[in-house]
């Protein structure tokens, strides 16, 4: 196995990093607590708090588009990062981004643009 050292990982990079999983967890608890009473965290998705319908989907929906922004920031910045990990974090971003931009409509299966 090859490893590569001698590089130092930028500040931003490592806050983007750490970012994500916050941001993500934290709009999750709140869009979740703004939810009526139907909605049920186990059985549900966060899509659906995004979703059309939903309450506030405004709050998954900006922590989706910021959660793929910080994939995509974490990846320029892991420059000392094998290219294939690099470019799993790029798709990662990508897939968050859309997400965000498809969301589901209400009491229906999700579209095939938002599975994709």
């Keep these: 196995m090859q490893v590569r050292t001698g590089g130092k990982v ?3 990079a490592v806050i983007s990093s750490g970012l994500a999983p916050v941001l993500l967890t934290g709009a999750w608890l ?3 607590a703004l939810q009526p009473p139907t909605y049920d965290f186990v059985r549900q998705t966060m899509s659906q708090m995004a979703g059309r319908g939903a309450t506030d989907p405004w709050i998954m929906t900006e922590a989706l588009f910021v959660v793929g922004a910080c994939y995509l920031v974490t990846a320029a910045g892991l420059t000392e990062v094998r290219p294939h990990a690099r470019f799993l974090l790029v798709v ?4 968050s981004v859309g997400i965000a931009m498809s969301p589901e409509p209400q009491n229906q299966p ?3 643009v938002h599975l994709a």
């Design 10 to 12: 930028p500040r931003w």
């Design 110 to 112: 999700p579209t095939f």
């Design 30 to 32: 709140l869009a979740g």
């Design 92 to 95: 990662a971003g990508v897939c």
